[in-house]
């Protein structure tokens, strides 16, 4: 294990990938690694990118990972995306997209598998993004879809967050801004190409004038066609100057510390419910516990408690 994250530190590619895979079947040894690599995380620029389906959100991480490397910056990538089963069309598209990059030492893509996270898949994703960042990437680019709790959990752990929307989706931008609207510090109207982007990009226009943005950060809005690079240099360069704006107002440590209580407080939920099931279990099994329960001979509210004293809290 100690070769492996001294590999890893080294920036090797088949070291991170082999600790990564590790990391999602949850092996001991994997948690001993991240206890080693965590000194060396926190240098890395954390940049979520979320949207519906669909939206681009693959092809703009691509022409932004050669636009970032243009410009010297090493980049890992992590897919989390739950709505791309492993035989669908969008992982083949991936595939592709990753294997042009797949020469360059400087960049590394990671797909997360979104099923079978014991320890949810706002940690593992965590702990990839950890393992990139002692890597020594300059820049994570988080790819989610920004459906489930678990995916906006995700994007909140970066420091700067681009929601891509696309022509045509008006009342998806109404349920965006209930949910991840708030988590935006850029959009992007993808597929600018199609008609109505005009209309998309004031109706987000709108939308900001009514809510009240935070801080002295308005966020600002990209016309994208990620399939042939247009706008990406622009949306690159706004990635900078909202990151610039994160480290000047210490906002940057803020998020870092939020991240940190996220991740802490995961692993504490995890730990701490494993080692009670464990305590109580006989021969590894808790049946007799949940039957009790659903003949009404225990109920689930006491038998919580009562775990706890077990265990003594
Ligand atoms: N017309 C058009 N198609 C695009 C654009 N960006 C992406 N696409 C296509 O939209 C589809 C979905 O893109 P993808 O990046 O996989 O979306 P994701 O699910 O959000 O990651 C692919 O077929 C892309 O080639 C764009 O700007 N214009
Ligand atoms: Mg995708």
């Not at 994997?30 to 693959?58: D, F």
Request: net charge neutral.
């Amino acid at each position: 294990m100690d070769e492996l994250v001294n590999r890893v530190l080294h920036g090797e590619y088949r070291a991170a990938a082999r600790l990564m895979t590790l990391i999602e079947g949850q092996s001991v040894e994997a948690l001993a690694a991240m206890k080693r690599l965590y000194s060396h995380t926190g240098q890395a620029e954390l940049v979520g990118i979320t949207g519906p389906p669909g939206s681009g959100k693959s092809t703009l991480a691509d022409k932004l990972t050669e636009e970032f490397r243009r410009i010297g910056k090493t980049v890992g990538i992590v897919a989390v995306d739950p709505t791309s089963p492993f035989t669908g069309g969008a992982i083949l598209a991936d595939r592709l997209r990753m294997q042009r990059h797949s020469l360059d030492p400087g960049v590394f893509i990671r797909s997360m598998a979104t099923r079978g996270h014991l320890g949810g898949l706002a940690r593992a994703t965590n702990d990839v993004v950890n393992i990139l960042d002692a890597m020594g990437k300059d820049l994570i680019l988080i790819e989610t879809v920004g459906v489930g709790q678990d995916e906006v959990e995700v994007v909140k752990t970066a420091y700067t967050s681009v929601v891509v929307t696309v022509p045509g989706l008006g009342d998806e931008i109404q349920a965006l801004k209930a949910g991840i609207m708030e988590i935006a510090d850029l959009f992007v109207v993808n597929k600018a190409d199609r008609e109505g982007a005009d209309r998309t990009y004031l109706d987000l226009e709108i939308m900001l004038d009514q809510s009240p943005f935070k801080g002295g950060w308005r966020p600002p809005i990209y016309k994208t066609v990620a399939t042939e690079g247009k706008g990406v240099k622009e949306l690159a360069e706004g990635i900078v100057a909202h990151q610039a704006y994160m480290g000047r107002e210490g906002l940057r440590d803020q998020k870092a510390t939020e991240r940190v209580r996220a991740l802490f407080q995961e692993l504490l939920r995890e730990c701490l419910t494993k080692r009670a099931l464990e305590r109580i279990s006989i021969n590894g099994t808790l049946d007799f516990l949940y039957q009790r329960m659903a003949r009404r001979e225990l109920d689930p509210y006491s038998a919580a408690e009562e775990v706890l004293k077990r265990v003594g809290l």
